[in-house]
C-alpha cells in the first residue's frame, strides 16, 4: 500500500471545517424556514385560490420541481447580473435553495391539507372563521402533526444540499473541505472527515426535530 | 422497531467503508509492470485548457494529452487517459487507478507528503488578470480590504493570497468559466492565476477590457504525481522528461497548445 492515512496531517484543519459546518446549518435553516412560509401560502392558493393565482402557483410549483437545483441557483447568480442585478454568494444560494424548497413544501404541504376532514373546516365555518384564520388555526396545527416525518425528511436533504454553495463561492463545510484537499492531497483523510462532521449536523438536526415536535405538536419521534 | 434497525444498518455500511478503503488501495505498479501490461494509464483533467479539454468527439486532447502520448511512446506501451478532477486525482493515483497524474500538479513541500514528484514538465508564471478600468499597477498594491479577487477553488494561488496578500476579499468559485465570466460581470476586482492560461480566457469575453498587469508574481513548477513510493516507475519518468525537454519536445507540444514560448522555460541540466 503506498498510501498511508494520516489523519494527524488534517487536524488542524478541523476547526475550520467545523466554521463551515455552521454556515451549512445556518443556510439549510434559514432556506427551509422561508421555503415552509412560502409552501403554506403556495398550498393554500392551490387549494382555495382562483383561476389565475392557482395558474401561477402552479408554474412555480413545476418549473423548480422539473429543473435542477443547480442550474436554478446557476440561473440567479449568473443570469441575473445581465439584467443588472447582482446577488452575492450568499443570497443567490440562499434565494435559489428558498425558492426550490418553497415548490417542494408547497406540494407536501398541499397533501396536509387534504388530509383535514371536511367536519373540522365546516366547523370552523359555523364558528365565523374567515378563510386566512381556518388556515392559520385549524389546518396548520392540523398538518404540522402529520405532516411532521415528511417535513423532518426534506429538511435532511436540505441539509445535505447546501454543499452545492461550494460551486458559488460560498464557504461551507464542502467547500472548506476543497481547499484543505487542495493544499495538503490528503484526499481520503479530508473526505471521511467531512463525511463525519455531516452525519454529525444532520443527527443533531434530527434531534432538534424530534424535540421540537415532541413539544410543539406532541408528534412522538425518535433521533434514531 | 426503528431504532435498532438503524443500528443494524450503520453496521455493515462502516464495514463496507473499511472493506472498500482496504481493497482499493492497492500496489501502485512498478515499471515493470507497465512494461508487462503494456498499458500505461495517465490522469488529465479535461477542465483545465489547453493542458486538458475535451474536443468535438468528447476525447480528451490537450498538452497533457500529447505529453502523455510521448512518454507511452518512449515506453513502447499504449497510452490510456483517465479522466480526473481536482479532488479525485490523488485517491486515482493512491488507489492504483492511474500510474501518474498531471493536470497543472504544482509541487510543494505539503502536498509531497502524500505523493513523489517527478522533475518539473512544465512552469506556470502567476500573475494579475484585472479590467483596465482598475488603477493597479503593482500586484502588491493589491493588498488592501477593498480589493476582491476571485479565485479557482483548489489552485496554488489561493494560499498565496492568503500568506501574501491577507488583506483583501477572496470569493472561490468551481472552474475558470465561471471566474472569468465574475470577473467580466464585476463581482470582483482581480484575479492571481497562471498567465499562460489567459489569453484563452481572455478572448471568451472579447466585450470586456483586461488588463494583466505586467509584474509577474512567482513561478510554480508543474511536475508529474506518482504514488508514494513508487521509485521505479518515477526514476525513469525523470531520464524521459529529461530527453523531452532536452530535445525540444515538451516546448514544440507547449507552443502548439498556448500559441507561444512557455513564458518561464525550464533550463535542463546535465545532472537533469
Request: hydrophobic share 50%.
Amino acid at each position: 500500500m503506498n498510501y498511508t492515512i494520516h489523519f494527524n496531517l488534517i487536524w488542524k484543519y478541523v476547526p475550520d471545517l467545523l466554521q463551515g459546518a455552521v454556515l451549512s446549518f445556518q443556510i439549510a435553516i434559514l432556506a427551509f424556514l422561508g421555503g415552509m412560509i412560502i409552501g403554506l401560502v403556495g398550498a393554500s392558493i392551490k387549494i382555495f385560490g382562483g383561476g389565475v393565482l392557482r395558474g401561477a402557483v402552479h408554474a412555480y410549483v413545476s418549473f423548480f420541481m422539473n429543473t435542477p437545483q443547480l442550474v436554478q441557483i446557476y440561473f440567479f447568480f449568473f443570469a441575473l447580473p445581465q439584467a443588472g442585478i447582482l446577488l452575492s454568494p450568499y443570497q443567490a444560494v440562499l434565494v435559489g435553495m428558498t425558492l426550490n424548497a418553497g415548490a417542494y413544501l408547497t406540494e407536501i404541504q398541499r397533501a396536509g391539507f387534504l388530509s383535514v376532514h371536511k367536519a373540522e373546516l365546516e366547523a370552523a365555518e359555523t364558528l365565523g372563521m374567515s378563510l386566512p384564520q381556518t388556515i392559520w388555526y385549524v389546518i396548520f396545527p392540523h398538518i404540522c402533526k402529520v405532516l411532521f416525518p415528511p417535513l423532518s425528511n426534506h429538511y435532511i436533504i436540505m441539509t445535505l444540499g447546501t454543499s452545492m454553495a461550494a460551486i458559488f463561492g460560498v464557504e461551507e463545510l464542502t467547500g472548506r473541505a476543497f481547499n484543505v484537499n487542495a493544499i495538503t492531497f490528503r484526499s481520503i483523510e479530508v473526505f471521511i472527515v467531512t463525511a463525519g462532521i455531516y452525519v454529525g449536523i444532520t443527527i443533531l438536526a434530527s434531534a432538534i426535530l424530534v424535540f421540537a415536535g415532541r413539544w410543539l405538536f406532541r408528534v412522538k419521534g425518535k433521533v434514531f | 422497531m426503528k431504532h435498532w434497525l438503524g443500528k443494524i444498518l450503520v453496521l455493515p455500511l462502516a464495514l463496507s467503508l473499511v472493506l472498500v478503503l482496504g481493497m482499493g488501495l492497492g500496489q501502485a505498479r512498478s515499471l515493470d509492470q507497465i512494461i508487462s501490461a503494456g498499458v500505461l494509464r495517465v490522469g488529465v483533467n479535461p477542465t483545465l485548457p489547453p493542458l486538458g479539454l475535451f474536443n468535438e468527439k468528447n476525447e480528451i486532447v490537450g498538452f497533457d494529452t500529447e505529453f502523455a502520448a510521448e512518454i507511452a511512446k518512449k515506453l513502447g506501451v499504449k497510452l490510456e487517459i483517465v479522466k480526473v478532477g481536482s479532488p479525485d486525482r490523488i485517491p486515482f493515483v493512491a488507489t492504483d487507478k492511474i500510474d501518474f497524474v498531471m493536470g497543472a500538479m504544482t509541487r510543494t513541500s505539503e502536498r509531497a507528503k502524500t505523493i513523489d514528484f517527478t522533475a518539473p514538465v512544465h512552469t506556470e508564471i502567476m500573475g494579475v488578470l484585472t479590467t483596465q478600468a482598475k488603477p493597479y499597477k503593482n500586484w502588491k498594491d493589491l493588498n488592501t480590504s477593498e480589493v476582491s479577487f476571485v479565485q479557482v477553488r483548489g489552485t496554488t494561488a489561493v494560499p498565496f493570497l492568503e500568506k501574501n496578500l491577507p488583506k483583501a476579499k477572496v470569493m472561490l468559485l468551481d472552474n475558470y468559466p465561471d471566474v472569468i465570466r465574475a470577473l467580466a460581470q464585476g463581482r470582483a476586482d482581480a484575479m492571481i492565476d497562471v498567465l499562460d492560461f489567459m489569453k484563452i480566457h481572455m478572448d471568451t469575453h472579447k466585450q470586456t477590457k483586461w488588463k494583466i498587469l505586467d509584474t509577474p508574481i512567482t513561478v510554480y513548477y508543474c511536475c508529474l504525481g506518482v504514488s508514494k513510493g513508487n521509485q521505479s516507475l518515477k526514476d525513469w519518468l525523470n531520464v524521459a522528461i529529461f530527453e523531452l525537454h532536452r530535445d525540444g519536445v515538451i516546448d514544440g507540444i507547449w507552443e502548439k497548445w498556448f500559441y507561444g514560448p512557455m513564458l518561464h522555460k525550464i533550463k535542463w541540466s546535465d545532472w537533469f
